[in-house]
Nanobody, 120 residues
Framework: VQLQASGGGSVQAGGSLKLSCIVS????????VGWYRQAPGMERELVAA???????NYPDSVKGRFTISRDNAKNTIYLQMNSLKPEDTAVYYC???????????????WGQGTQVTVSS
């Protein structure tokens, strides 16, 4: 699976960003998809998951602020991030696979990620 994440940048607290991730090398429409983030010195964590049936999963830290979506025609995953906080600062990654793997984040291959920096 090849993953190309983009859309990161630097914003002030309260701002918004929309991340995109193009997925290739797999049957995209049959896979669950997810967004993750890793801050310096921290482990990578799940921030949003979306199953093929449309079920979503968000941790409390981003619930109500982040929205994951997908466009199967474009093999693309999106993450709309609103009301950003300094603690959202991290490198954001995407991935796709069976929903169990998406929720646990157990993948051997990751793309380069995209940096999100939120200043106070």
């Amino acid at each position: 699976v090849q993953l190309q994440a983009s859309g990161g940048g630097s914003v002030q607290a309260g701002g918004s960003l929309k991340l995109s991730c193009i997925v290739s090398g797999t049957t995209f429409s049959r896979n669950g998809v997810g967004w993750y983030r890793q801050a310096p010195g921290m482990e990578r964590e799940l921030v949003a998951a979306l199953s093929t049936s449309g079920a979503t999963n968000y941790p409390d830290s981003v619930k109500g602020r982040f929205t994951i979506s997908r466009d199967n025609a474009k093999n693309t995953i999106y993450l709309q991030m609103n009301s950003l906080k300094p603690e959202d600062t991290a490198v954001y990654y995407c991935n796709a696979g069976a929903i169990g793997r998406v929720v646990t984040g157990i993948f051997t291959s990751w793309g380069q990620g995209t940096q999100v920096t939120v200043s106070s």
